[in-house]
């Protein structure tokens, strides 16, 4: 079956522009996890949904970013006016429920705010 | 603040040699697990280690787990020029998020 999967694949954006990052999960996982990676780094825990519960936001940098899921299908990760410090990869996971489950990683998606 | 904690940041062996990776944590976790990762895009899990757990094989992979140490180490034998990758890993907490370390840069040479 299909992977999970991210678009667009590279986004380059000027400062101060919003961008839309988006995940396809894999069909039947309720969990979805946002990740930040900047180069050379490990993955920064941004966002968790599960099921219909409310979001864990927890690791958001700032207001700037948010992100929605419509029940248990695709997710979108929003920035607003982009900075350069937000240049790196966004990777998408999903799971078949939170909790002690191997998540499946989608290829990412490679930001570079000019 | 960091959770897991790989050491070393960079490996660089023979094919056919052993690697061996180890990770550090700080605080409870359900358990444990390795990622794989090619060019800086997707991560590929390999193994998961459960906290009542202290050595889980798969193929040329061996992970051990020291709950006591909050300590992991993940062996891979007989090297090859294809596991050429960084390897992350991750602890999943009490509250079911998964916190990934800086991961370790492998180079196996031909």
């Known amino acids: 079956g299909a992977g999970v999967s991210q678009s667009p694949s590279n986004k380059v954006t000027e400062k101060g522009k919003d961008v839309e990052l988006r995940c396809d999960p894999i069909?039947?996982?309720?969990?979805l996890y946002w990740y930040r990676q900047r180069l050379g780094q490990g993955l920064e825990f941004l966002i968790y949904?599960?099921?219909?519960?409310?979001?864990?936001k927890s690791g958001l940098p700032s207001d700037r970013f948010s992100a929605e899921r419509t029940g248990e299908s695709v997710s979108t990760l929003t920035i607003q006016r982009t900075q350069q410090e937000d240049s790196a990869v966004y990777l998408c996971?999903?799971?078949?429920?939170?909790?002690?489950?191997?998540?499946?990683f989608g290829p990412g998606t490679r930001l570079t705010v000019l | 603040s960091q959770q897991g904690e790989e050491d070393p940041q960079a490996l660089s062996i023979q094919e056919g040699e052993n690697a061996t990776m180890n990770c550090s944590y700080k605080?409870?976790?359900?358990?444990l697990q390795w990622y794989r990762q090619n060019s800086g895009r997707g991560l590929v899990h390999l193994i998961l280690i459960r906290s009542n757990e202290r050595e889980k094989h798969s193929g040329r992979l061996r992970v051990t787990l020291d709950t006591s140490k909050k300590s992991s180490s993940l062996l891979i034998t007989a090297s090859r020029a294809a596991d050429t990758a960084s390897y992350f890993c991750a602890t999943e907490t009490r509250g079911g998020k998964l916190i990934f370390g800086q991961g370790t840069e492998l180079s196996v040479k031909p």
């Open positions: 605080t409870s976790i359900n358990n």
């Open positions: 949904f599960q099921g219909n519960s409310a979001p864990d």
């Open positions: 069909s039947g996982h309720t969990a």
């Open positions: 996971a999903s799971s078949l429920s939170r909790g002690s489950n191997e998540q499946f």
